[in-house]
């Protein structure tokens, strides 16, 4: 595993991310601390969770919310110095109207518990999982300012913002003198390239870290979905996962993973193998957050994940999605 400086800072990560949304959710306790054990072995250091996952996520309910967080802090005894800990703070987690977003009440309150949960006195990177359009930036940026002068945080992130967003956050921070947003937290994949129109290019010039979520597709680029057939038993398809369902009805989807397997092959990798050193083969991203419900998948899908593609077939892989 390469470790990366996050952004400008002098913190190093993983490549490659564990994210944990699954633990408490789809699986259980002693299932997520095999696949924390395999992701530690395998070099992993960056750990990604936020207080709403959890089976509140399934079910609707926002009391239902921190199982990730606590299975975490449950495993993390005795290896603390040897992960990165990150979390986010902006879902509904109560059913008080001051119970989500970024105001300084929801955040003082958030971060209690999340340390609490996570059984540690320091979180290294808290983020903000979306824009909070009824929360002026600068009071979610003091708060989180003096979350890292009090020691309970030691960088600020955000998760899905604009180029825009970040842009403004970086003014206050800079007008203020406030810690800034070091990192965010957007989707990015072979069938999702949005970012590379603005964010990417922004982060790059800016020395903001890049830490993507789904770059397998959410599965679609493992291939084990297939055009007109059910989703597998077993699969986040075949559950019903709601963000899963938009991506497995476009039709370019399907082309574009049918274009990419005999690259794959000439390799001999899987797909997801292919797509993950995809993803890290693109100038200005850090890491990728791989979610892993079993240990094989972890050990399996990093198999190559620091090989670059080469230039030729990074170009093959813009053919095939059209660009």
Known sequence: MKYRRLGRTGLKVSSVSLGCMAFG?????????????????????LLDTADVYGTG?????????????EIIGAWIK??????????????????????????????????????????TDH????????????????????????LVRQGKVRYIGCSNFDAW?????????????????????????????????????????????????????????????RRGEAP???TRGSAGEKRLQAPLEEERHFAIVEGLRPLASERGWSLAQLALSWVLSR???????????????IIETTAHADEPL??????????ICGM
């Open 78 to 119: 005795g290896k603390r110095e040897k992960v990165v800990l990150a979390t986010k703070v902006h879902g509904r987690v109560g059913l008080g109207p001051n119970d989500g977003g970024q105001s300084r009440y929801h955040i003082m309150e958030a971060v209690h518990k999340s340390l609490q949960r996570l059984q």
């Open 232 to 234: 597998p038993e077993g």
């Open 25 to 45: 959710r789809w699986i259980g306790k002693e299932a997520s601390h095999r696949v924390l054990d395999t992701a530690l072995d395998a070099g992993i250091t």
């Open 123 to 146: 979180i290294d990177l808290y983020q903000v999982h979306r824009f909070d359009p009824d929360t002026p930036l600068e009071e979610t940026l003091r708060a989180l300012d003096d």
């Open 283 to 297: 100038p200005g991203v850090t890491s990728a957050i791989l979610g892993a419900s079993r240990p094989e998948h």
């Open 57 to 69: 996520m399934d079910n609707g309910n926002p009391l239902d919310h921190g199982q990730s967080e």
């Open 165 to 225: 967003q970040i842009a403004k956050a970086h003014g206050i921070s800079g007008l203020r003198r406030l810690e800034r947003f070091e990192s965010v937290q957007p989707q990015y994949s072979i069938l999702s390239r949005e970012i590379e129109r603005e964010p990417l290019p922004f982060c790059l010039s800016e020395e903001v870290g890049v830490i993507v979520y789904s770059p397998l597709g959410r599965g679609l680029l493992t291939g084990k979905y």
């Open 310 to 319: 080469s230039a030729e077939e990074l170009r093959e892989i813009d053919r």
